[in-house]
């Protein structure tokens, strides 16, 4: 932890970081306001809050003491991170709690939007696709609004994937018990494909998702009831078996999909799928590749969890809890527009480490960090033992 012994000294704002953190300003000036609830002034305004959860997530702090301390100690985090007037465990914790959701969506939605400007885009030929899925998070008992069976908590994290661009798009929380499938038309804009696993089955939500014009690349169950309309032609040397208009259901347990849908099934690795879809444009192979891109929302949750610590909880409220994973979300769309912007490249954990070492190695080369202060006093006395 980088600690200056000359804390009066000119303050050193690292390149990297602030090249990292550009985004964000372009878009702070449009942010609502935040403003205290009370008499007393804020003991950190917006920016001030949002930096320090941007800073937990990009330097993997393992808790909010941890957090606090360097805010307080490193020279970096106390001068270009940390309020003015430093910050408590107390006020810091008041503030994730209770402040800055409404800004932080705000942020996020911008965020989202000019990195979808930024980023290449993948995939052209198959549209806007949208992976959804769930996510949960291990609560603590004391946590009682995330309800989710006897003696466990867990809280539910509903996502919007941009497939096209790897990036989230979207977001909704609820408590672990917290349904999937109602958050598929909140999460998709008309045009758009949503992609999702066997959980999303519904067949009354093919019908008002057809409808509304969003379309799906949903698996269903293999037993699932079906009356053919109309055999499509089937490459015998594709994986493709079957590809087919169909009603979904029967109309004896009032099931039945009102809309025919397009039900493809493929195989492999001994493993049969059956796609449903509405997506007409496209040929049975071009739909097993969009629901093969569904692991894509997979390997992002898992990255994001293990690389940004963002399931190390720092607040306990619901309120909190969103705060935090917003943060986290933001923190990754700036690596995503970083790592493309200076590397060319998607995000990494190998681009991650070396903007964490190169703002460290900023902060040391700039003179206002320990080492730096003991590199300086050794040049000085070996300069004088040759003199």
């Not at 998607?346 to 902060?363: A, D, F, T």
């Amino acid at each position: 932890m980088p600690q200056s012994f000359e804390p009066s000294q000119k303050k050193f704002y690292p390149p990297s970081f602030y090249d990292f953190y550009q985004p964000i300003a372009k878009i702070l000036p449009e942010t609502p306001v935040l403003e205290s609830r009370g008499d007393r002034p804020l003991k950190m305004t917006f920016e001030d809050q949002l930096k320090a959860l941007i800073f937990f997530h990009l330097e993997e702090h393992v808790s909010a003491r941890h957090l606090i301390q360097v805010l307080n100690k490193d020279d970096f985090a106390r001068n270009s991170i940390a309020p003015k007037d430093g910050i408590g465990k107390s006020s810091f914790s008041e503030a994730i709690n209770n402040r800055g959701l409404e800004q932080l969506e705000f942020v996020f939605q911008k965020l989202a939007c000019e990195a979808s400007n930024i980023l290449p885009y993948q995939h052209t030929n198959l549209g806007e696709l949208v992976a959804i899925d769930g996510s949960l998070i291990d609560a603590v008992l004391s946590m009682t609004w995330a309800d989710y069976r006897k003696n466990s908590k867990k809280a539910k994290i509903h996502l919007g994937f941009n497939l096209n661009q790897g990036i989230p798009s979207k977001i909704f929380f609820t408590n672990g018990k917290g349904a999937e499938r109602p958050f598929v038309s909140q999460i998709l804009l008309p045009g758009q494909t949503g992609v999702g696993d066997r959980g999303y089955q519904k067949h009354d939500l093919f019908d008002s998702l057809q409808d509304e014009g969003k379309s799906f690349v949903i698996r269903i169950k293999a037993n699932t009831s079906k009356t053919c309309l109309k055999e499509n032609e089937v490459n015998p040397d594709s994986i493709v078996f079957y590809d087919a208009e169909v009603l979904l259901g029967t109309p004896q347990n009032n099931t039945q999909t009102a809309i025919a849908v397009r039900l493809v099934g493929y195989r492999v690795d001994g493993v049969d799928y059956w796609i449903a879809t509405d997506r007409r444009d496209l040929t049975a192979e071009q739909i097993a590749k969009i629901y093969k891109l569904r692991w894509d929302i997979k390997k992002f949750f898992a990255w994001w969890k293990r690389h940004l610590r963002v399931y190390h909880l720092i607040a306990r409220s619901e309120y909190g809890l969103m705060v935090q994973i917003l943060a986290g979300l933001i923190t990754y769309l700036l690596l995503a527009i970083y790592c493309h912007k200076n590397h060319g490249e998607p995000v990494s954990i190998k681009r991650v480490r070396q903007l964490r070492i190169q703002i460290q190695n900023e902060l040391r080369d700039s003179g206002s960090s320990t080492d730096s202060f003991f590199f300086k006093e050794q040049k000085r006395y070996q300069s004088h033992a040759r003199s």
